[in-house]
């Protein structure tokens, strides 16, 4: 009879570890794509960033001096990441797949213009200094006209602006709300031995030596579902990074690495503060009080 209920206290007692590691896991995972989030946000935006082009427009009189050296100048310049230069014929060749016939045979000529798509780095895409490099090109004899999308900048600068700002506020709630799962859970492990604790203060059991036992435990617990968070995380990092290759996702190991303490402190240290308060509590409780 005895036997049986010890199997049953034990198998409940691996059930409640079992539950409070899960849910510190899972809490800890989340947390940590949320961390991701906010270390690549930046990273995704500067792609979108860059996959816009300025279009420099050549005139035909323009000689072929003149545009290797803008080309040269370009390809050297701080703003920029890529300069490719597209001849009337590469465009006209674009333009006849696009549309799927023959255009020119139409207009008896090729009415397009040699030009230069100018990919510009993630730092140097706003409103200002987009309009300063235009300025700069436009300024130039040979150049007939400079081209962008300017609402697209304008709308994309804003957007990031304010994505970034409710990333942050996000986070901040996200890991209040961590760490307050985290602690009921760990309340409540520690309220199913309420009696414990005190029958231990009762015999003569100093505070310190009651909370001992029951810190190391949910520390130990808070490292097994921060070690499980981690596999997790770098399971869908490995799977983003496969699909995302561009986004270059595995790019900085030292910000994973602190990402990944992070993680790892924020699962000991919040077990740990938790079961500190929950069993100094019940430490300082009543007898009586137990039982509400």
Not at 167 to 180: E, H, K, N, Q, R
Not at 258 to 275: H, K
Request: aromatic share 12%; charged share 20%; net charge positive.
């Amino acid at each position: 009879m005895s036997s049986s209920f010890e199997k049953y206290q034990k198998r409940r007692l691996i059930s409640s570890y079992f539950s409070v590691v899960i849910s510190i896991s899972l809490v800890l995972f989340l947390l940590g794509l949320l961390g991701l989030l906010v270390l690549n946000s930046k990273k995704v935006a500067d792609y979108f960033k860059e996959q816009i082009a300025i279009t420099v427009f050549l005139k035909d009189t323009a000689k072929e001096v003149e545009i290797t050296q803008l080309k040269q100048s370009l390809a050297l310049a701080e703003y920029t990441k890529s300069a490719t230069f597209v001849s009337k014929e590469e465009a006209a060749k674009d333009h006849q797949e696009t549309l799927g016939e023959n255009f020119i045979e139409y207009l008896g000529d090729n009415p397009l213009q040699n030009s230069i798509d100018v990919y510009i780095l993630a730092d140097y895409v706003t409103p200002q200094k987009m309009e300063e490099i235009t300025n700069e090109l436009k300024s130039k004899d040979f150049v007939d006209d400079v081209i962008y999308d300017k609402p697209l900048i304008a709308q994309l600068t804003e957007n990031v602006k304010r994505i970034s700002f409710w990333v942050l506020v996000i986070s901040g709630i996200f890991t209040f709300i961590a760490v307050l799962l985290i602690n009921s859970s760990i309340r409540l492990s520690i309220y199913a031995k309420r009696f414990t604790i005190k029958t231990m203060q009762m015999v003569g059991a100093t505070k310190k030596f009651i909370r001992k036992p029951f810190v190391w435990k949910s520390v130990r617990l808070g490292i097994v579902g921060a070690i499980v968070a981690m596999i997790g995380m770098g399971v869908v990092l490995y799977y983003l990074n496969e699909s995302f290759p561009q986004l270059q996702l595995l790019g900085d190991p030292l910000l994973l690495a602190v990402l990944f303490i992070f993680i790892f402190l924020m699962g000991v240290l919040i077990t740990w503060i938790s079961t500190f308060i929950a069993t100094q509590r019940f430490l300082n409780l009543r007898t009586d009080d137990l039982y509400y």
